[in-house]
């Protein structure tokens, strides 16, 4: 069993910045595959971001391409989401999940961490 924890959400105006972070309380996590999600009110759920074990291979959707970073430590079981250039369109609560496949049809998931862009 995983267990996934998310932090780091928060308010901010729009050009701003956050940080978020995925811990994980299994050493293990470094094996698995780890994106970040989100989901706006009265939307569908949609990938973010996600990024391999060794971090070889990291894809983003296209609206935040060139904004959002995501990084993983795992030396401390942590997965990062770097938000740059926060636009009223990123509000949404963030979820991390992780896989031990290759896809996320079968995964762990966080309960996710809100955040809030204001124009």
């Known amino acids: 069993q995983v267990q996934l924890v998310e932090s780091g959400g928060g308010s901010v105006q729009a050009g701003g910045s956050l940080r978020l972070s995925c811990a994980a309380s299994?050493?293990?996590?470094?094996?698995?595959?780890v994106g970040w999600f989100r989901q706006a009110p009265g939307k569908e759920r949609e990938f973010v971001a996600t990024?391999?074990?060794?971090?070889?291979?990291?894809a983003y959707r296209d609206s935040v391409k060139g904004r959002f970073t995501i990084s993983r430590d795992n030396a401390k079981n942590t997965v990062y989401l770097q938000m740059d250039s926060l636009k009223p369109e990123d509000t949404a609560v963030y979820s991390c999940?992780?896989?031990?496949?290759?896809?996320?049809?079968?995964?762990?998931w966080g309960k996710g961490t809100l955040v809030t862009v204001s124009s």
């Open positions: 999940a992780a896989s031990s496949g290759n896809t996320f049809i079968r995964a762990y």
């Open positions: 990024i391999t074990s060794s971090s070889t291979r990291i």
């Open positions: 299994v050493r293990t996590i470094s094996d698995y595959l």
